[in-house]
C-alpha cells in the first residue's frame, strides 16, 4: 500500500548540497540520528502537560525531524559513514523519538493512555516488522498504511488542531483509534510483502 515515504527520495535531492556542506564540517550520520532523538524526547517532555497551543511545535518539529532522518541515511550511504553501531542507531532512536513525541496527546481529552499507548506499542512492532523482513532475507519493509512518516503527518495535522481549537470533540478520541488499527494493518502489510518478495527471489532460482 502506497505511503508517504515514497516521497523521500524527491526529499533527499533538494537536501544534497546542505549534505555536502554538513559532510564538509565533519558531522557525521550517528551525530545527526543521536541529535534528532535528544530534540524528540526533549520536546516531548515540554509537551506533557503544557498549554495546548504549545503543541504547533510538533509538526514543525516533525518535518525537521524528517530533515534529520534523510540527512543521517545520505551521510551513511554517500559519504562512507555507514557502520553496525548506525544501524542500531537508526532503527532504535526512531522508535524511542516517536514514543517521545506520541506520547503527550496521552493527556489531552479526549484521547487517553488506552488509544495512545496502543499506538506506541503497535508502531515499535511495526517499524521492528519492518526491520525483521531483512532478517528473513528480504529488504527493509517500508510498506504502509500508517509508516513512520505518515504517522508523522497524522500526529502533525492533530497536534495543529491541539493547537488551535479550545477543545477537541468527544468522538475525536476515535482517531486515535483509527491510527492504531492503520499502524496494526501496516504490520501485516509489511509481513505480506516480506513474504512476497522471498517468494519472488526463490521462483526466479
Known amino acids: 500500500m502506497p505511503s508517504i515515504y515514497a516521497l523521500k527520495?524527491?526529499?533527499?535531492d533538494l537536501l544534497r548540497p546542505f549534505v555536502r556542506r554538513l559532510h564538509a564540517l565533519g558531522v557525521t550520520a550517528n551525530m545527526v540520528t543521536v541529535a534528532a532523538c535528544v530534540v524528540s524526547v526533549a520536546i516531548g517532555i515540554v509537551l506533557i502537560g503544557a498549554p495546548q497551543r504549545w503543541f504547533v511545535l510538533l509538526p514543525v518539529w516533525m518535518?525537521?525531524?524528517?530533515?534529520?532522518?534523510?540527512?543521517?541515511?545520505?551521510?551513511?550511504?554517500e559519504f562512507g559513514q555507514k557502520s553496525a553501531l548506525g544501524a542500531y542507531l537508526n532503527e532504535l532512536?526512531?522508535?524511542v523519538s516517536d514514543a517521545a513525541l506520541?506520547?503527550?496527546?496521552?493527556?489531552?481529552?479526549?484521547?487517553?493512555?488506552?488509544?495512545?499507548?496502543?499506538?506506541?506499542l503497535l508502531s515499535a512492532i511495526s517499524e521492528m516488522t519492518g526491520v525483521v523482513g531483512v532478517?528473513?532475507?528480504?529488504?527493509?519493509?517500508?510498506?504502509?498504511?500508517?509508516g513512520k512518516s505518515d504517522r508523522a503527518f497524522?500526529?502533525?495535522?492533530?497536534?495543529?488542531?491541539?493547537?488551535?481549537?479550545?477543545?477537541?470533540?468527544?468522538?475525536?478520541?476515535?482517531?486515535m483509534w483509527l491510527v492504531a488499527i492503520a499502524t496494526a494493518l501496516t504490520t501485516l502489510n509489511r509481513i505480506r510483502g516480506g513474504l512476497r518478495e522471498l517468494k519472488a527471489v526463490v521462483s526466479e532460482k
Open 9 to 12: 527520495s524527491r526529499f533527499q
Open 63 to 77: 518535518f525537521v525531524r524528517m530533515a534529520f532522518n534523510a540527512i543521517d541515511g545520505m551521510l551513511a550511504r
Open 93 to 95: 532512536t526512531d522508535v
Open 102 to 120: 506520541y506520547l503527550p496527546f496521552a493527556f489531552v481529552a479526549p484521547f487517553g493512555w488506552q488509544s495512545v499507548g496502543a499506538v506506541i
Open 135 to 146: 532478517m528473513a532475507g528480504a529488504s527493509r519493509r517500508y510498506d504502509g498504511p500508517m
Open 154 to 175: 497524522v500526529f502533525s495535522l492533530l497536534a495543529l488542531w491541539i493547537a488551535i481549537v479550545p477543545s477537541l470533540p468527544e468522538w475525536s478520541h476515535w482517531l
